[in-house]
């Protein structure tokens, strides 16, 4: 799941720090400045970090972004776009990376300019050099709508706004080398980091007399880029200093040779990059570079189980994969991912060779075919498996992989195969919108469902999720209009327990429109069939669980009881707990009903655990919305104002309060009113900003503690 780890204290989502970070004390010291929101106009707004591949420009920012984190009260936010292979998905990954969790239908600038309107926060672009025209688009869009945000950019180029201050990174300084040890012959922070790498990869390696000039040359050979200059350093478990600098003066061209370079081979720092990358590749066994060139098709980040299936075949068999990677590892060209040991990565710079090398070999669409049919079925078992106890594991799994799947599904409407398009998008939306991320579902189902695609259980599949995630956007006209066509497609199928499934589309808008009645017809209707374990099983559910609403908002408690205590049950039998997570939340509402606040606080904050570790923003807000009630009931408003504002933080990330029901929203209203009369005005606006102050996972940990803290 997302964590939040910038320093526990302050809202964000920057990464651990998992290597020693090592110089740049000038470059931080101006950042510093630049990124100080109080420096009385001194500082920019647009600050982009710009240097060649390799120079350190991720780390330097991600440094100076924890250290400027306490001065941001809304967060700083860290938004990762090497993923990204298609324009137009920049404010997708900011979306993504702020936690809106965005219901709403309205295009990704309007919804970001609209949240960070009045907030004080600061927004990491890095590696914008590939979505640069995005990248400066969005920018030029939000500096003037959000006077309180600030961007730290990093890229091979500056975005080209008037107001942005382009900072160049340099190589990192080599030093002298002469006196390791002393004060004024003190190492550059190239041989600090040359040293502190050959330790890692030769324990016992010490920079002294005898080393310290070797070092140096290395680092000189090498222009002082820190990736280059980490890549050499893990060749010291097996070749000694000596032979590692003269390989290097072997393989790496002189200064005259890069100047009577062609004009398109870039930058002189970008060649010797290029060529530090193209030694160590030369230096790997040719099994070492087959599989390096493969790894390059995945984005984001892979598992041994997906390189094993992507990229075995002909000299590469899947049993070998794992030893060739942990090689890999060793020599810093493939690294474990910072939150994941079980995961893997390639860094940019590496990644781009090894995919240069892939077409070269003739095996770029091959490879990314195979990527696609991997995760296709990686897929296609998480709907079969998803109303299973194995739910919550395929929820890990889906926003783990979750660039690898847009990426492939970008790779299966770019081959314009429809039947596979067709059966990756039904399969990926469905766990898309229950994962949270419903403006990928959209966009990949509007794109299958307007081609015309052929009737059959895949075309059911994806009107379903089309229509589910209309619901949760609150886009009630669109839910109906793809829930009509649902039911029919349904029909023609003949699946019983596809009608059955349609009926929660159907129903589902006409609860939420406050057509109680009309609901009540459609949902009581459908069948009690014996629940799947596929995605079916999960839209069997949902249907029961909109009937538990429906009474519930008719008055009718003994019947809203029995359906969500039939959902509960059915929710335990099967370790499910998507499903099960709303049926308590409701169960917790009836409970306040019948005049039980203890109960319905003890309900809920079960709901608000289950709803949390399955990344359904939408249903943790709801719950909160129950939970404040029960508080307040409890006598505790000065507590339940705080879980009214941790809730309005993520109704406005999600972008339609209430799911724009007339119902939920007046019950919200009446809960905010209570409060106010039991504590005041005055005391409501301090404990309400102290729970607007509060990140997201502070606000879920606060609402599950007990009143007492337990």
């Known amino acids: ?26 470059e931080l ?29 991720t780390r330097l920012a991600l440094n100076a972004a924890r250290r400027a984190s306490h001065r941001y009260p809304d967060g700083v936010w860290f938004v990762e776009l090497s993923p ?39 927004i990491v672009l890095d590696s914008c050099e590939h979505v640069l025209p995005d990248c400066a688009d969005l920018v030029r869009a939000l500096l003037p ?61 010490v920079l002294d007399e005898d080393s310290a000039g070797p070092a140096a040359a290395v680092c000189r050979r090498l222009d002082g880029i820190p990736l280059a200059i980490e890549l050499a350093a893990a060749r010291l478990g097996e070749l000694s200093l000596g032979a590692l600098d003269e390989r290097l003066g072997e393989r790496l061209p002189s200064p005259l ?16 990059l290029r060529t530090a990358i193209g030694w160590s590749h030369e230096l790997c066994a040719p099994v070492e570079r087959l599989l390096w060139a493969r790894l390059s098709v995945f984005t984001g980040g892979f598992d041994l189980a997906a390189a094993e299936d992507v990229c075995s075949g002909g000299p590469l068999p899947a049993g070998r994969i794992a030893a060739l990677l942990e090689r890999l590892v060793e020599q810093s060209i493939v690294l474990r991912h910072r939150t994941d040991a079980r995961r893997f990565q390639l860094l940019d710079s590496v990644r781009d060779f090894g995919a240069e090398w892939l077409r070269a070999l003739g095996e770029e669409r091959t490879l990314r075919l195979r990527h696609l049919d991997h995760y296709r079925s990686l897929a296609r078992v998480g709907c079969t498996e998803w109303n299973t106890g194995r739910q919550l594991l395929w929820c890990e799994r889906v926003i783990a992989e979750h660039a690898n799947l847009r990426t492939a599904m970008d790779c299966a409407l770019s081959e314009r195969d429809r039947p596979t398009a067709l059966r990756s998008a039904a399969d990926m939306g469905f766990l898309w919108r229950h994962c949270g991320y419903l403006r990928d579902a959209q966009h990949c189902l509007d794109q299958v469902l307007t081609a015309d695609p052929a ?37 023609d199928q003949g699946d019983a327990v596809a009608v059955v499934g349609a ?51 008719r008055g009718d408690l003994a019947g809203a009881r029995a359906v969500a205590d039939e959902v509960r049950a059915e929710s335990v039998r099967r370790g499910e707990r998507w499903a099960g997570a709303f049926a308590d939340c409701f169960v917790a509402h009836i409970d306040l009903a019948e005049g039980d606040p203890a109960a319905a606080a003890r309900n809920a904050r079960t709901a608000v655990v289950a709803h949390s570790l399955l990344n359904s923003t939408l249903g943790v807000a709801h719950t909160l919305d129950i ?84």
């Open 503 to 553: 009926a929660y589309v159907t129903g589902g808008h006409l609860l939420l429109r406050g057509r109680l009645g009309e609901a009540l017809v459609v949902l009581a209707a459908a069948d009690l069939l014996p629940v799947r374990d596929d995605w079916l099983g999960s839209a069997q559910l949902q249907v029961r669980l909109a009937l538990s609403m429906t009474h519930l908002l």
């Open 145 to 205: 709508a959000a006077p309180g945000v600030r961007f730290l950019a990093t890229g091979r180029e500056h975005l080209g706004h008037p107001s942005e201050l382009r900072v160049e990174i340099d190589p990192l300084p080599v030093g002298d080398g002469e006196d390791p040890g002393g004060q004024e012959g003190r190492p550059g922070d190239a041989l600090d980091l040359f040293a502190q790498r050959a330790a890692e990869a030769c324990p016992g390696f």
């Open 1 to 26: 799941m997302p964590q939040n780890t910038t320093a526990g204290r302050w809202p964000g989502n920057l990464p651990p720090e998992t290597r020693s970070f090592v110089g740049r004390r000038r």
């Open 455 to 491: 009737p059959g259980p895949d075309l059911v599949r994806a009107l379903w999720a089309r229509a589910a995630v209309a619901l949760l956007q609150g886009d009630l006209d669109s839910a109906e209009r793809w829930a009509a066509v649902c039911t029919a497609a349904a029909v």
């Open 257 to 272: 040779d890069l100047l009577a370079a062609e004009p398109d081979e870039g930058p002189l720092r970008h060649r010797t």
């Open 627 to 710: 939970l404040a009630s029960a508080v307040v009931a409890t006598g505790d408003g000065q507590r339940a104002a705080r879980l009214l504002a941790v809730g309005q933080r993520i109704w406005e990330r999600l972008g339609s309060a209430q799911l724009q029901s007339p119902d939920l929203m007046s019950a919200r209203r009446a809960c905010e009113d209570l409060v106010q009369e039991k504590i005041g005005a005055e005391a409501y606006t301090r404990a309400y900003a102290e729970g607007l102050a509060m990140s997201y996972e502070r606000g879920i940990a606060y609402a599950v503690e007990d009143a007492d803290g337990s």
């Open 29 to 57: 010291a101006r950042l510093d400045e630049l990124l100080d929101p109080t420096d009385g106009g001194h500082g920019r707004r647009l600050v982009t970090l710009v240097g060649t591949g390799g120079v350190g420009k």
């Open 84 to 122: 990204l292979r298609a324009q137009g998905l920049v404010g997708f990954a900011v979306v993504e990376a702020l936690r809106l969790a965005d219901q709403s239908t309205s295009p990704v600038t309007e919804v970001l300019a609209d949240w960070l309107a009045d907030k004080e926060a600061l």
